[in-house]
C-alpha cells in the first residue's frame, strides 16, 4: 500500500525545497559570469561577451529573487546559514556579485548603474562586514573556534576588493567632487581586503594544521584562496590607473608593487590547490559532481586572468599579461562544463527528476 511520502513529488513541492535549501554562495555564478565576461570584453570579443552578460544579469536577478523569497517564507533556516560557519561567509557573494556586475555594467556605459550597485554593495558590505563574523564565529560559545575555519572564509576578503575594484573603475568618469571620496573607497576597502586575507589565512591554515584533513573536507571553496590575491593584484591595477586624487598618490607606489606581489604569490598558490583537487578526486576517489561550490572554482579562474591582463597593462609587464590571456580561456572552458553541469543537475532534480 503506497503512502503520502510515496506519491510522485510535484514540480512546485521540488522548486519549493531547492527555495528553502538554497545556499547563501549561489552569487558565485554572477561572479564567474561577470569577470569572464569582462576578460572577453578586454580582449575583443564582445559577441561571447555579450552572452556571459546575459547570464551575469540573469543570474543575479534570479538568485536575489530566491533569496528574497527565501527570506521572507524560510526565515528560520536563513537564521541558520548566519549561525553556520561553513555557510554565513556565502553571503559576501552577494556583494563580490554586486560589484562584479556593476563593473561589466559599467564597461558597456552605464556608469551610472555601476554606481547604485556601488552603493547597495558599500552597504552590505558594512552591514555584513560585522554581523557575519559575529553570527557565525565571535558570537557562538562553542570553542576552539578554529576548528570551523574553511576556504568559504575567504570570500569576506573578496567582497572587501571587489569594493575597491568597483570604485577604481568608475573614479576616473566621476565628477570631481566625488573622485576623492571614491578614492578613500577603494583605498580603505583594498587595504581591509588585505588585512582580512591575512587573517583569514592565519585561521584556516591553523584549522588544516590542527585537525585533521579529510578529503570530503577539501571542498572547491578552497579555490577562493587564490581568488582572493587574484581580484586583491586587479584592485590594485585599477587604483593605479585612477585620476590624481591624495588617497591615491599617497599610496600608488606601494599598491603597484604589492600587486605584482599578490599576484606571484596567486600563481604560486595554483599548483598547490590542483594538486589538492588531485589528492581528494582522484586518490581518494570522492565523486566529481556538479555543486553550487563549484562556482567558487570558476570565478578565481576567471579572476586570475582578468587580474593578469589589467596587471601586464597597467605595470608595463608583457608576460603577465599574456599568462593572463592563456588562463581566460581555461576559466571559459571550466566555465561552460560547470554551466552545463548545473543544467543537467536542475533538468534531473527540478525539472525531470528520476522516478
Not at 201 to 208: A, D, E, K, P
Not at 260 to 287: C, D, E, K, T
Amino acid at each position: 500500500m503506497k503512502t503520502a511520502a510515496d506519491a510522485p513529488r510535484t514540480f512546485g513541492s521540488r522548486a519549493f525545497d531547492a527555495v528553502r535549501t538554497l545556499t547563501p554562495g549561489y552569487f558565485a555564478l554572477t561572479m564567474a559570469s561577470g569577470i569572464i565576461s569582462v576578460g572577453l570584453e578586454l580582449e575583443g570579443f564582445q559577441a561571447f561577451s555579450a552572452v556571459l552578460l546575459v547570464v551575469c544579469v540573469a543570474s543575479y536577478a534570479v538568485i536575489l529573487v530566491l533569496s528574497l523569497v527565501r527570506l521572507a517564507r524560510f526565515p528560520a533556516e536563513m537564521r541558520r546559514d548566519f549561525l553556520d560557519p561553513a555557510r554565513a561567509f556565502g553571503f559576501f557573494t552577494f556583494i563580490a556579485g554586486t560589484n562584479v556586475l556593476g563593473v561589466r555594467l559599467g564597461m558597456a556605459g552605464w556608469q551610472g548603474t555601476t554606481a547604485a550597485l556601488l552603493a547597495v554593495a558599500v552597504l552590505a558590505w558594512v552591514l555584513l562586514g560585522y554581523v557575519v563574523p559575529w553570527t557565525a564565529v565571535l558570537g557562538r560559545e562553542e570553542r576552539p573556534v578554529v576548528k570551523d575555519a574553511n576556504g568559504t572564509w575567504f570570500i569576506w576578503c573578496v567582497a572587501s576588493q571587489s569594493v575597491a575594484v568597483a570604485a577604481a573603475s568608475i573614479e576616473p568618469l566621476a565628477a570631481a567632487e566625488w573622485r576623492a571620496a571614491l578614492a578613500l573607497v577603494a583605498v580603505v576597502s583594498w587595504s581591509v581586503g588585505l588585512i582580512l586575507y591575512a587573517a583569514v589565512g592565519i585561521f584556516v591554515s591553523l584549522r588544516l594544521m590542527t585537525y585533521p584533513i579529510r578529503p570530503e573536507d577539501l571542498r572547491p571553496q578552497y579555490f577562493v584562496a587564490m581568488g582572493a590575491l587574484a581580484i586583491s593584484v586587479l584592485a590594485g591595477a585599477r587604483i593605479v590607473e585612477m585620476a590624481g586624487a591624495p588617497m591615491v598618490d599617497a599610496t600608488r607606489g606601494l599598491v603597484a608593487g604589492s600587486s605584482v606581489v599578490f599576484w606571484s604569490f596567486a600563481s604560486w598558490l595554483f599548483p598547490v590547490l590542483l594538486a589538492a583537487g588531485w589528492w581528494r578526486h582522484i586518490i581518494h576517489r570522492v565523486p566529481l559532481s556538479y555543486e553550487p561550490g563549484l562556482w567558487s572554482v570558476i570565478f578565481p579562474l576567471g579572476m586570475y586572468a582578468v587580474a593578469g591582463i589589467y596587471l601586464g597593462r597597467a605595470d608595463h609587464l608583457p608576460l603577465v599579461a599574456a599568462i593572463g590571456r592563456a588562463e581566460l580561456w581555461v576559466a571559459v572552458a571550466a566555465f561552460l562544463a560547470t554551466f552545463a553541469g548545473m543544467l543537467w543537475h536542475l533538468w534531473t532534480t527540478l525539472v525531470r527528476p528520476p522516478r
